[in-house]
């Protein structure tokens, strides 16, 4: 059975970190709300450092508000700097939602931002005189209290204990919670669901807030996200679909709605052919339909490929690093298709990825890999250069590895910072496994092309 490796008894640093901190997960929530800007409570420089990773990542513009504390606010409060921010961005973006993320320094004062909001709801002016003010969601995300997916995890609950509040009968559609995906990838889902004839509300939906299309002017807020009307429904739906492992230990939004009477269906995030296949389950038996022509077919042609790509990947060796969902999921593809995972990474530390690992693994590697968890590149690096991978799977953050050990980096998850296109990477569904494994299959081509004494032209 895998077991965690975790940091050695003397560990005193982070050496190139593998996560991101929890507010800028919860920032990357809020995006994907219609009308929505994401606030930061706390000092200027996490809102700089939450935009840059975005703004790289999708090659977009992001606008994240701030508090903007200083040392006097560090010792006597930050109420009266987030009532005045929250007065100008409602008047600035004439926002529809504004999402409060807390930030280390904000948890470390103690601030109670919920509070704060609350005293902000009774007594703000804003321009327009009795303009009805928006919902504000807050929520708790210090970096120091999980990794960059906790905080989007947090956030949607959030978004659904706050907003999710209309009662009623059901409306017979379905509440889809995607996890953190590409744009691409939710759009793909939600092409799926249509598929299906299932009215479906997506949260987050960022697949045009940060993927969209030229303006001739630039736009304050961009265009797209769940409307609110929609989020405020969510609990009349007929059921919820929550992608995601990661979540069964947490408080997530599709239990919130579970609470409230919607039934939940908790799937791991469809990265290759058995989680499409559970997926593809699931919606079945929700709309009472086949799968359709068009997917079954994909999935035919999946196989296909599965099978013409063996002869190049069978025992190839992996390293494997990033979130735990996408990491669960990369695994458990990597294991269909005959390469054999030697390493899963994780900055995050919520404990159960040994487990799932094993549970992807088994019957399908002739050992389960060893896993990491709570980890920074220092640590993956030591033990990678140990078993030297031949093919290496994550962000943008592992290259530095990757280049001194001379294996292929398969980029993949989030942030990719050194590569273009992002946001238009598809990993979900029969479609997202066929793109990935023509991306792993080249890759380790490429390689064997470039390392070959001779070169060849034809395989």
Same mark, same amino acid.
């Given at each position: 059975?895998?077991?965690?490796?975790?940091?050695?008894?003397?560990?005193?640093?982070?050496?190139? @970190?593998?996560?991101?901190?929890?507010?800028?997960?919860?920032?990357?929530?809020? +995006?994907?709300?219609?009308?929505?800007?994401?606030? *930061?409570?706390?000092?200027?420089?996490?809102? !700089?450092?939450?935009?840059?990773?975005?703004?790289?990542?999708?090659?977009?513009?992001?606008?994240?508000?701030?508090? #903007?504390?200083?040392?006097?606010?560090?010792?006597?409060?930050?109420?009266?700097?987030? +009532?005045?921010?929250?007065?100008?961005?409602?008047?600035?973006?004439?926002?529809?939602?504004?999402?409060?993320?807390?930030?280390?320094?904000?948890?470390?004062?103690?601030?109670?931002?919920?509070?704060?909001?609350?005293?902000?709801? %009774?007594?703000?002016?804003?321009?327009? /005189? $009795?303009?009805?003010?928006?919902?504000?969601? !807050?929520?708790?995300?210090?970096?120091?209290?999980?990794?960059?997916?906790?905080?989007?995890?947090?956030?949607?609950?959030?978004?659904?204990?706050?907003?999710?509040?209309? @009662?009623?009968?059901?409306?017979?559609?379905?509440?889809?919670?995607? $996890?953190?995906?590409?744009?691409?990838?939710?759009?793909?889902?939600?092409?799926?669901?249509?598929?299906?004839?299932?009215? &479906?509300? *997506?949260?987050?939906?960022? #697949?045009?807030?940060?993927?969209?299309?030229?303006?001739?002017?630039?736009?304050?807020?961009?265009? $797209?996200?769940?409307?609110?009307?929609?989020?405020? &429904?969510?609990?009349?739906?007929?059921? &919820?679909?929550?992608?995601?492992?990661?979540?069964?230990?947490?408080?997530?939004?599709?239990?919130?709605?579970?609470?409230?009477?919607?039934?939940?269906? #908790?799937?791991?995030?469809?990265?290759?052919?058995?989680?499409?296949?559970?997926?593809?389950?699931?919606?079945?038996? *929700?709309?009472?339909?086949?799968?359709?022509?068009?997917?079954?077919? =994909?999935?035919?042609?999946?196989?296909?490929?599965?099978?013409?790509?063996?002869?190049?990947?069978?025992?190839?060796?992996?390293?494997?690093? /990033?979130?735990?969902?996408?990491?669960?999921?990369?695994?458990?593809?990597?294991?269909?298709?005959?390469? =054999?995972?030697?390493?899963?990474?994780?900055?995050?530390?919520?404990?159960? *990825?040994?487990?799932?690992?094993?549970?992807?693994?088994?019957?399908?590697?002739?050992?389960?890999?060893?896993?990491?968890?709570?980890?920074?590149?220092?640590?993956?690096?030591?033990?990678?250069?140990?078993?030297?991978?031949?093919?290496?799977?994550?962000?943008? %953050?592992?290259?530095?590895?990757? =280049?001194?050990?001379? @294996?292929?980096?398969?980029?993949?998850?989030?942030?990719?910072?050194?590569?273009?296109?992002?946001? =238009?990477?598809?990993?979900?569904?029969?479609?997202?496994?066929?793109?990935?494994?023509?991306?792993?299959?080249?890759?380790?081509?490429?390689?064997?092309?470039?390392?070959?004494?001779?070169?060849?032209?034809?395989?």
């Amino acid at each position: 059975m895998s077991q965690p490796i975790n940091a050695a008894p003397n560990y005193v640093s982070t050496t190139n @970190a593998c996560k991101l901190c929890m507010p800028l997960g919860a920032c990357l929530a809020f +995006k994907g709300v219609e009308g929505c800007v994401p606030f *930061l409570h706390g000092s200027q420089g996490c809102a !700089t450092y939450m935009r840059r990773y975005l703004i790289s990542h999708f090659r977009e513009p992001v606008d994240i508000a701030s508090s #903007s504390l200083g040392e006097k606010q560090a010792v006597f409060g930050g109420g009266p700097n987030l +009532k005045q921010g929250l007065v100008n961005v409602i008047n600035k973006y004439q926002a529809r939602v504004v999402g409060v993320a807390t930030t280390c320094l904000t948890e470390t004062i103690g601030d109670d931002v919920p509070a704060l909001v609350r005293e902000f709801n %009774k007594t703000a002016v804003v321009e327009g /005189g $009795g303009r009805e003010l928006p919902p504000i969601v !807050t929520v708790a995300s210090p970096s120091y209290g999980g990794s960059h997916l906790l905080g989007f995890h947090r956030a949607v609950a959030a978004l659904v204990e706050q907003l999710a509040t209309e @009662a009623g009968p059901c409306h017979g559609g379905l509440n889809l919670l995607p $996890g953190l995906l590409s744009p691409a990838d939710l759009r793909h889902l939600r092409a799926l669901c249509e598929d299906f004839g299932l009215a &479906t509300t *997506l949260l987050p939906d960022y #697949s045009l807030t940060l993927d969209g299309v030229a303006m001739a002017e630039y736009q304050l807020i961009p265009e $797209g996200g769940t409307p609110l009307t929609a989020i405020q &429904t969510m609990a009349r739906a007929k059921a &919820t679909i929550e992608l995601g492992r990661s979540l069964e230990n947490l408080p997530s939004a599709g239990r919130v709605l579970e609470r409230r009477g919607v039934p939940l269906h #908790s799937l791991a995030s469809p990265i290759g052919l058995r989680g499409s296949d559970r997926l593809v389950e699931t919606l079945e038996h *929700l709309s009472g339909r086949e799968l359709p022509e068009v997917h079954r077919r =994909r999935r035919g042609q999946l196989l296909d490929a599965f099978i013409d790509a063996h002869k190049y990947l069978a025992g190839v060796t992996a390293l494997v690093y /990033g979130d735990e969902d996408l990491c669960l999921g990369l695994t458990s593809f990597l294991a269909e298709i005959g390469v =054999r995972p030697l390493i899963v990474a994780t900055g995050g530390e919520l404990g159960l *990825l040994p487990a799932w690992v094993d549970s992807v693994c088994a019957g399908l590697t002739p050992e389960p890999p060893q896993v990491l968890a709570g980890v920074d590149f220092w640590q993956i690096a030591e033990l990678a250069r140990e078993l030297k991978p031949e093919l290496i799977l994550g962000n943008s %953050k592992g290259y530095p590895l990757a =280049r001194e050990l001379g @294996a292929p980096l398969v980029r993949v998850g989030f942030p990719i910072h050194d590569r273009f296109g992002a946001p =238009r990477q598809t990993v979900v569904g029969y479609q997202g496994a066929m793109e990935l494994l023509d991306r792993i299959t080249n890759a380790i081509l490429e390689k064997r092309q470039d390392d070959s004494p001779v070169g060849y032209g034809y395989l």
